[in-house]
C-alpha cells in the first residue's frame, strides 16, 4: 500500500473545529492535489500544488487551506467556514511535467458531530 | 476552463455482457484522456488511458475509443465479471496542463 499515505482514515469535527487532513508520499512526485468525492457528484479538486510552497485553489477552495513546506507532504485543512464538510477526501500525486497519470491515498472520511 | 459529461450513472449487465461507458468533454485543447477504476471503500486506479493522436486502445477486456472531432471517449469492457463492479471515472487534461476534470462516475454492476 506504499506511495501516498493519508490519515486518519476516518475524522469528526464538532462544530465551529478546525480538522486537518495528512496526506504523505514518497513516489518523489512535484505535484500534489486534494480532491472532494460525494456521491454522485465525481471528483472536484479542492487544491492542488506543482511545487513546493506554492499551490493553487481548485473548483471548490471555499472553506480549505492547505501547505506545502515540503515536497512530500500536502495537509488539508477543513476550516469552521467549510458549512458542509462531511464527504470523503482524496489526496493525489503526479510526475508533473511527464506524466498526467494520478496516484490517489486510500481517502480519509470527515463527519460531522 | 473543461466540462465533462459522463452517462450513465448506474449500469447493471449480466455476468458476461459488455458495459460501455460515455464521456464527453468541450475542451477541444484536450489531449489525454484517462480512465480510472474505484472499488468500494478503496482508491481510484488508473486502468487505462488514451491520447488525442490515437483513435482506439484495448488492453485485454478493456478498450477506449476517442473521436476527437466529436469530442467524446468511451470505454468499453467485453466479457465482464463480478470484479469489475465498481466505479469507473473518466477524465480530460488539456494540453499544457495536469489538472485533470473528471466526470461524475459510473457505477457499474456485473450480476453473477
Known amino acids: 500500500d506504499g506511495g501516498i499515505t493519508q490519515s486518519p482514515k476516518y475524522l469528526f469535527r464538532k462544530e465551529g473545529q478546525n480538522v486537518t487532513l495528512s496526506c504523505e508520499q514518497n513516489l518523489n512526485h512535484d505535484a500534489m492535489y486534494w480532491y472532494r468525492q460525494d456521491p454522485g457528484q465525481g471528483l472536484r479538486l479542492i487544491y492542488y500544488?506543482?511545487?513546493?510552497?506554492?499551490?493553487q485553489k481548485g473548483d471548490i477552495a471555499e472553506g480549505y487551506s492547505v501547505s506545502r513546506e515540503k515536497k512530500e507532504s500536502f495537509p488539508l485543512t477543513v476550516t469552521s467556514a467549510q458549512k458542509n464538510p462531511t464527504a470523503f477526501y482524496l489526496c493525489?500525486?503526479?510526475?508533473?511535467?511527464?506524466?498526467?497519470?494520478?496516484?490517489f491515498g486510500s481517502g480519509t472520511q470527515l463527519s460531522v458531530l | 476552463g473543461e466540462n465533462v459529461e459522463q452517462h450513465p450513472s448506474t449500469l447493471s449487465v449480466q455476468e458476461g455482457d459488455s458495459a460501455v461507458i460515455k464521456c464527453t468533454y468541450s475542451?477541444?485543447?484536450?489531449?489525454?484522456f484517462p480512465w480510472y477504476k474505484q472499488e468500494l471503500g478503496k482508491r481510484p486506479q488508473l486502468i487505462i488511458d488514451i491520447r488525442s493522436n490515437v483513435g482506439e486502445k484495448k488492453d485485454q477486456r478493456i478498450a477506449v475509443t476517442l473521436n476527437k472531432t466529436a469530442k467524446h471517449f468511451s470505454l468499453h469492457i467485453t466479457e465482464t465479471q463480478p470484479e469489475d463492479s465498481a466505479v469507473y471515472f473518466c477524465a480530460a487534461i488539456p494540453g499544457g496542463s495536469y489538472i485533470p476534470t473528471f466526470g461524475r462516475g459510473t457505477s457499474l454492476i456485473v450480476h453473477p
Open positions: 475542451d477541444s485543447a484536450s489531449n489525454y
Open positions: 493525489a500525486s503526479s510526475i508533473q511535467g511527464q506524466d498526467e497519470k494520478l496516484f
Open positions: 500544488s506543482q511545487i513546493v510552497n506554492d499551490f
